[in-house]
């Protein structure tokens, strides 16, 4: 049985929302959870509910507290809910951003319902999904010493987190990692928890972010 992906979509523009509500409320593991017109909607929401979202679609231009700062809180509040941003802006510069802050993807307004629809749900499977392009931004930041480039490197990984961090970046969940290396599930999670906190990553997607920076992976 496929398992729903919960999904709060939050933008000030409410035809653009309504639109996006139609299309993907017809998906069949779709949940549309709930509707927020700017992030201090949507935070007041999160904090209220007892069926948090898997995934939170986020404009970033919105009144009271946008999309950036948005993001920022529910990764402190909310760690386990994964952000796509959805926006019609396409400058390096706000890619990299929402990057930094924890977005699991980035895509633009003029992307197809499919590209939509399949974004989530690689976000949903393994928790990030970048495009060739944001691929590239992650990595030109990383060589031009942006805000977006980790102080840290591979040296303070030993070879088996890198192993591990490697098999993440592929979409391997524990059990197959562990079959893999040869070691149990617990100890896979372990290495995870320990990647998490040498990178200083706040999810799967800032591991990926990180093994991008150091050409651990290429994604291709």
Do not use: W
Not at 34 to 59: C, K, W
Not at 83 to 93: F, G, N, R
Not at 117 to 138: H, L, M, P, Q, R
Not at 195 to 220: I, P
Request: charged share 25%; hydrophobic share 45%.
């Amino acid at each position: 049985m496929t398992k729903t992906i919960k999904i709060i979509l939050v933008d000030d523009e409410e035809l653009f929302r309504k639109g996006l509500e139609f299309i993907l409320s017809r998906e069949p593991n779709f949940s549309i959870l709930h509707e927020a017109n700017n992030g201090q909607e949507l935070i007041a929401f999160l904090r209220s509910t007892y069926e948090l979202p898997d995934i939170v679609i986020m404009d970033l231009k919105m009144p009271i507290i946008n999309g950036v700062e948005a993001t920022k809180i529910i990764h402190k509040e909310f760690p386990e809910i994964k952000i796509i941003a959805l926006t019609s802006y396409h400058s390096k510069a706000f890619i990299a951003n929402m990057i930094d802050v924890g977005a699991s993807s980035y895509l633009l307004k003029n992307a197809s319902p499919e590209e939509l629809i399949a974004t989530i749900n690689e976000v949903a499977c393994k928790g990030f999904y970048y495009s060739d392009e944001v691929v590239s931004v992650i990595k030109e930041a990383s060589l031009s010493g942006s805000k977006l480039k980790s102080c840290l490197d591979k040296s303070m990984l030993s070879e088996r987190e890198i192993e591990v961090l490697k098999l993440i970046c592929k979409q391997k969940n524990a059990v197959e990692i562990g079959d893999y290396l040869f070691i149990s599930p617990r100890t896979v999670e372990g290495h995870r928890t320990n990647l998490l906190l040498k990178t200083n990553s706040r999810n799967v997607a800032g591991l990926v972010v990180f093994a991008l920076q150091n050409d651990l992976v290429s994604l291709e």
